[in-house]
């Protein structure tokens, strides 16, 4: 994979006055790893700190401000410290700081969205602030919680609270406590545990509880320095990205039950990415890539030396639509990121949407009955589900067909200028193993379901999942203990063809569909593109909210409006095929008979066309039985129990599902 290009290549040129300085330097200190007596920060560093940033440099007693951990682990004038061997910037306060962690507690939709829930059910609202700010503006939430043991937080508190408003800053990841009882991975629903001195980095010495370089970092922000492995593992980031809530019925009365809205932590453990060799990775290796190369983790101490590994503080996620909304909006929402951190973010973040995240293949299967057919296979590349994370998420299959003129033939998924899906369900879209119609539309989401069961945007009146047919990861097991928290849900867990290998057995990560294309007398070369499309914040997911008269909420309806929530291309694949008329094509390549069957045998019949094997499965997709055929012809035998099956034909025409029924 090629380098990505990085935010502030630097020119390796040093002023004489610079290199003297570093020269004076030497003589004065060790280059041993023994930790110094003295070195913290003095008066001057701390005026050039808190006049040359806009990150909050204040300390609350618990927590830090960014400003202040960048004093260290930000920019380096003297291109000594937080530098790869390129020279390029790779410090933490740089790479955070146009992230949506950084920016959390600024999300405009974020916080429109907590003012929908609690004008739906004011009664519960400060249940609700709670529980949003807890993972959005974890600093504020939890200092008052544990430093005045004020159990509750509000957002007017927020809007006055620099620190809260930093968003998931480096103490909301690094204070978090690693073992015991309240150790991370533990806990999830933004029940986090926080130590009040002590910070820890990947780093370890060769006994944990050594504090590395303990003066400096005490006399300048208090916090005693540790390393833990755990830092570099997934459990990190369990807290807040596998998520329930309480749900509350139409009249705003809790039933008692929860509703799982998130579970990227607990698809990631369901999946090969947790422990299956040559897969694994954790969280950290996607979204905080190793810079692969020792690095001095800390300007203003020239003795340092370099420490590896260094996970690159890039939080790339899939959410360019708001990163550029918060950057086009940036004086509005109070942003600290600069136009130049934002659209770092989003190269880096459009790069593993486009690059990382799934592959499409799309393969010409046959022409018959005015028909032309194809295969499309998606295989989901990331470690958790894909769309994972927020509910509003959703991907879809844009399919579409066009003459030599460019002149459309067939489209599915075709997108409005209000970007919205034409021909979607009021309802929603049911998952498809077989599409033949414009208004058919593979869309890979979660649909939450109230206490009556009809779809909700409300995520305290979520009660049920009505689907959830998003693409699993590879290794996915509806047999993992974390099943229960990531169910497949609908009409894709009785797909044979969702998440299943050729052999029967479940967790391909992928998803092959059908398609059937109706030509309706069409002959010449047809050029049909596949393209699967991610939308974080489509229309429909707002709906409700927007139905309410809120300042908050306008505000952000505003910029919505003005952004445009157009769909990013995860990946595409074109192929032509040539139609040469339609008399010649009517025969079908394959014929099962009879259908249904009484006796549970069946006739197959092909075209010409040598059919090496079939498979046959139950109509919630178990593999049943694989049989050689070798033959234009078989007679196959169903299963003694009565229902519908599915038979998978393997011929030089490519791979066919057919469906029997057993009477």
């Known amino acids: ?4 290009p990085t935010l502030f290549a630097k020119n390796k040129s040093i002023t004489a006055l610079l290199v003297l300085l570093t020269v004076v330097s030497l003589f004065n200190i060790s280059w041993s790893d023994e930790k110094p007596k003295k070195g913290h920060h003095g008066s001057m560093d701390m005026v050039k700190l808190l006049t ?48 949506m962690m950084a920016n959390s507690a600024k999300d405009p939709f974020w916080k429109a969205k907590v003012n929908h829930e609690i004008l739906v059910n004011p009664a519960h609202a400060q ?20 430093q005045e043991n004020n159990p509750n937080y509000t957002l007017e508190e927020l809007a006055m609270d620099s620190l809260a408003r930093d968003g998931v800053n480096c103490g909301a990841c690094h204070q978090q406590k690693m073992d015991g009882p309240q150790g991370v991975g533990k806990h999830f629903s933004g029940e986090l545990f926080f130590h009040k001195d002590t910070i820890y980095g990947p780093y370890i010495t060769e006994e944990q509880t050594v504090p590395i370089f303990e003066a400096m970092m005490q006399s300048f922000v208090g916090y005693r320095p540790l390393g833990h492995a755990k830092v570099r593992q997934s459990e990190m980031c369990a807290g807040c990205h596998s998520l329930s809530t309480h749900t509350a019925d139409l009249e705003g009365n809790y039933t008692g039950n929860d509703f799982i809205e998130q579970a990227t932590y607990h698809e990631w453990l369901n999946s090969s990415y947790n422990d ?32 590896q590994p260094y996970g690159q503080h890039w939080l790339v996620g899939g959410n360019t639509f708001m990163l550029n909304l918060m950057k086009n909006n940036a004086a509005a929402l109070g942003v ?19 690059q990382e995240t799934a592959t499409v293949v799309l393969t010409e299967t046959g022409i018959e009955n005015d028909t032309a057919k194809y295969n499309l296979k998606l295989t989901n590349l990331a470690g958790h589900k894909f769309p994972s994370g927020y509910p509003s998420r959703r991907a879809y299959v844009e399919i579409i067909a066009v003459d030599d003129a460019g002149n459309e033939v067939f489209h599915s998924g075709k997108m ?80 044979p063809n969702f998440n299943h290998f050729p052999n029967g057995n479940e967790g391909s990560g992928t998803d092959e569909i059908r398609v059937h294309i109706p030509l309706n007398g069409f002959s010449g070369n047809l050029h049909v593109t596949a393209r699967l499309m991610y939308q974080t914040v489509p229309p429909r997911y707002l709906d409700e909210m927007f139905a309410f008269d809120n300042p908050t909420i306008n505000d952000f309806r505003s910029m919505y409006d003005a952004e445009g929530a157009d769909a990013i291309q995860v990946g595409a694949q074109t192929l032509m095929s040539t139609i040469i008329g339609v008399e010649e094509i009517r025969i079908p390549t394959f ?17 010409g066309s040598i059919v090496d094997e079939i498979a046959i499965y139950s109509l919630d997709g178990r593999f049943i039985e694989r049989r050689k055929i070798g033959s234009v012809v078989a007679r196959i035998q169903l299963p003694e129990t009565r229902g519908t099956y599915f038979i998978e034909i393997n011929s030089s025409k490519g791979r066919t599902l057919e469906r029997v029924i057993r009477r």
């Open 1 to 4: 994979m090629s380098r990505i």
């Open 52 to 99: 040359q940033t806009n990150l909050p440099v204040g300390d609350n007693g618990f927590f830090t401000g960014s400003g202040r951990c960048g004093g260290c682990h930000g920019d380096d004038p003297v291109d000594f410290a937080n530098i790869n061997s390129e020279g390029a910037d790779i410090s933490p306060a740089t790479n955070w700081r146009g992230s």
């Open 127 to 146: 249940e609700l602030i709670n529980k949003c700010t807890s993972c959005h503006a974890p600093v504020g939430r939890f200092t008052n919680l544990l």
């Open 276 to 307: 299956t060799p040559g897969f694994q990775q954790e969280c950290q290796g996607c979204h905080m890539p190793d810079v692969g190369e020792g690095v001095v983790i800390a300007s203003g101490y020239l003795f340092l030396p370099q420490r």
């Open 336 to 354: 600290t990121a600069t136009e130049e951190h934002f659209n770092t973010v989003i190269e880096r973040s459009t790069h593993q949407i486009e």
């Open 416 to 495: 409005d200028n209000q970007y919205r899906i034409v021909g979607e369900d009021d309802t929603w879209e049911p998952h498809y193993d077989i599409i033949t119609a414009e208004d058919q539309v593979q869309i890979y989401e979660m649909v939450m379901g109230d206490v009556n069961g009809n779809r909700t945007q409300v995520l305290e009146r979520a009660d049920i999942m009505i689907k959830d047919n998003r693409l699993t990861p590879h290794g996915f097991s509806v047999n993992h203990s974390a099943y229960d928290t990531t169910k497949i849900v609908g009409e894709a867990l009785y797909d």
């Open 591 to 607: 014929l099962l008979f009879p259908n249904p069957t009484t006796d549970g045998w069946v006739n197959l019949t092909s075209n």
